[in-house]
């Protein structure tokens, strides 16, 4: 609560970005410790492993992810896309990887094997999360923030299978799903291809060529007398507010304007948010 009043509501989406970190941290380290504690790993059926493992990479693809897009939306990183020519290699590399070294933990080896093993998972996954975030532009990262929402509903369901607590599996649960159809929405009302966003861009080309796009059309300009003008005369108003409005903290004086309109003039007032109007989902509806 404390962290939150330091911020302006402009610096919510990195904030929140912060908080999803905190939750991979607390995934991975949960389940690194409990593994380490197990006197042998043979004790630990197929169910227990399986969720330790989910939650050590689960919980490191969300810390390092979070942390970039953190970076990026605080301005501490440049939010242009890494453009590698080989990015999708890496990323299925690092992604073959891990997996490799789950299978070994699956194998139930002995403890120091098994603790190698699931190091080296949270380190490719941990790599891989940070690689696959930088490679998605400061356009996508509202997209981003739903879909590190999403995975740490997962490493939280993980964590519940594992210490076999009904309550967590199901929380979890429930934020994970509720996190990827968020990021559906998100993705459809941005003309952004699910997938695509989810691996990091995979399938996009690296490097942009050929000639700009040229836009069509004229920009419709306006007054300040105009625009009282029409407010005046109009008997619907749909408002839709931008990130501008966070901006210049136009939030007070526009609910005094809604006020006076729909009291005064009598008149119909609702708002048109876009779903990803802001820099995070929702940002704008808190907002107002």
């Not at 699931?118 to 739903?146: C, E, F, K, N, R």
């Not at 990130?243 to 003039?265: H, I, R, S, W």
Request: proline share 4%; glycine share 12%; aromatic share 6%.
């Amino acid at each position: 609560q404390c962290s939150v009043r330091w911020h302006k509501p402009t610096s919510l989406p990195q904030t929140v970005a912060a908080f999803h970190s905190l939750v991979g941290i607390a995934a991975s380290a949960a389940a690194v410790g409990d593994y380490i504690n197990t006197p042998s790993a043979k004790d630990l059926d197929a169910v227990h492993l399986a969720s330790i493992y989910l939650a050590t990479v689960i919980g490191s693809v969300t810390t390092t992810g979070s942390l970039v897009a953190f970076a990026k939306l605080d301005g501490r990183m440049s939010s242009a896309p890494f453009q590698h020519p080989a990015r999708d290699q890496i990323n299925m590399g690092l992604g073959a990887a891990t997996v490799g070294a789950g299978a070994v933990v699956m194998g139930t080896p002995e403890l120091g094997t098994g603790i190698a093993a699931l190091g080296g998972a949270l380190t490719t996954s941990g790599i891989l999360g940070w690689h696959m975030t930088a490679s998605i532009g400061g356009a996508d990262m509202p997209v981003v923030i739903t879909v590190l929402n999403s995975y740490s509903g997962w490493a939280l369901c993980a964590e519940g299978f594992m210490l076999d607590m009904p309550i967590l599996t199901t929380v979890g649960a429930l934020i994970g799903c509720s996190g990827a159809a968020l990021t559906k929405i998100m993705c459809d009302a941005m003309n952004r291809d699910i997938l695509s966003v989810i691996l990091g861009g995979f399938g996009t080309k690296a490097t942009g060529g050929g000639e700009a796009m040229q836009f069509e059309g004229e920009a419709t300009q306006t007054s300040i007398e105009e625009t009282i003008k029409l407010l005046t005369e109009a008997e619907s108003i749909i408002i839709v507010p931008g990130y501008g409005l966070a901006v210049a903290k136009g939030q007070y004086p526009l609910k005094d304007m809604v006020e006076t309109l729909t009291e005064e003039g009598n008149k119909k007032v609702r708002f048109g948010i876009h779903p990803v109007a802001g820099r995070m989902p929702g940002q704008l509806n808190v907002l107002l």
